[in-house]
């Protein structure tokens, strides 16, 4: 056991020397989530969805309504109230107004009436501006028609829309993207290790090859929990992701996930007849899944002609499933079918790897 722990350290320490190594590992998953968050992050327009809901048929009613259309912050649609929260549910409104049957008649009898205001929790600033607006029209339209000061109570309720900034999408499929380049990348250390005859000298110690495999996985499962970690705080702290779903089942998936891409990296540097070969291998591999795994863009933006490929990608099916425990978003696949996939990919790998593995 001494003997794994030494050789971790060690696998560790190689690793942590490799400039390059840091800089596509750690660093470039974050340029490449600020630079596309920046751009893509937000998704509000200029104007701002607001739906109106008119019980009141009285002057009260239509006048609130009439003010509330001549907003230009506002993109003010009427409906019933049915089809006004469903689309807040959606997404499609920040917030929706309804004004009560007796709206109208209260105000005439000086008594208090109560209006409700939906918002969408997951835009709390757009929400929020949202409701300011609301409570000063209405204050405003009631102190016209009563004279009084205050006969008005704007009742909230919080939604928490299934809102979706093209940045929620984007931001599960880097942290995916991440871990698939970190296992690919992994066996790189054992190949020059190999061009190295540094394997050749481990044979001849009590050093077995299990403990040899094990050391690296070891490290490169500490450096994704690392890289997770980071790339998660980025896009909970810049760009206010809405994680929906369990933690543990999010570190569950990635190291799943990072175990069936180190398997396939070891794969490849097992067949592999340097590290400058593997590399090239590699990103033979990583570009086309990159970009036709659905990673990055929806499958659905893709020509016709390429979405087959995205079946037979492993990256496809880790995106999917981190999309969707992280922030819900609609399966391509079930999440049995999505870890299903990286289980074979996993054992076929590790068996495979197994069977080729050269100490020279």
């Known amino acids: 056991m001494k003997a794994l722990w030494t050789l971790t350290y060690y696998t560790g320490l190689q690793f942590a020397r490799d400039k390059v190594a840091l800089f596509w590992t750690l660093i470039f998953p974050i340029v490449l989530m600020v630079i596309i968050g920046s ?99 209405i204050e405003g339209v009631q102190r016209e028609f009563t004279q009084q000061p205050s006969l008005v109570t704007v009742e909230t309720h919080s ?46 110690t009590p050093v077995s090859r299990w403990m040899v495999l094990l050391s690296n996985i070891i490290v490169r499962l500490a450096i994704a929990l690392v890289q997770t970690g980071i790339l998660l705080g ?26 069936a891409f180190i398997a396939l990296g070891f794969l490849l540097g097992a067949l592999a ?37 995205a079946v037979v990608l492993p990256l496809t099916y880790l995106a999917d499933i981190l999309r969707q425990v992280m922030v819900d978003a609609t399966p391509y696949a079930t999440v049995l079918q999505g870890m299903g996939v990286l289980l074979l990919f996993m054992v076929a790998s590790a068996l495979l790897s197994w069977r080729f593995f050269r100490w020279e």
């Open 39 to 137: 751009v893509f992050g937000e998704s509000d327009s200029a104007s701002m969805p607001v739906g109106l809901v008119v019980r009141d048929q009285g002057p009260a009613g239509q006048t609130i309504a009439q003010v509330l259309e001549g907003i230009e912050l506002f993109e003010l649609t009427t409906g019933s109230e049915e089809a006004e929260l469903a689309a807040l549910g959606r997404g499609d409104r920040r917030a929706v107004v309804i004004l009560p049957a007796d709206l109208s008649d209260a105000w005439q009898r000086r008594e208090v009436a109560t209006i409700g205001v939906h918002l969408d929790t997951s835009q709390q600033q757009s929400a929020g501006t949202a409701l300011s607006i609301v409570q000063q029209v």
């Open 159 to 204: 939604v928490q829309a299934e809102h979706f900034r093209p940045i929620d999408y984007i931001a599960p499929g880097i942290l995916a993207l991440s871990v698939a380049q970190l296992g690919l990348f992994g066996a790189t250390t054992l190949v020059e290790q190999r061009q190295q005859r540094l394997l050749r000298r481990l044979q001849a």
């Open 234 to 259: 980025v896009a909970l702290g810049l760009f206010r992701i809405q994680v929906v779903g369990s933690w543990p089942a999010i570190i569950g998936i990635v190291v799943f996930g990072t175990l």
């Open 273 to 309: 007849p340097s590290a400058e070969a593997l590399i090239a291998i590699v990103q033979m591999i990583n570009f086309p899944m990159m970009f036709l795994s659905g990673a990055l863009f929806p499958l659905d933006f893709m020509p016709e002609i390429l979405r087959p490929v």
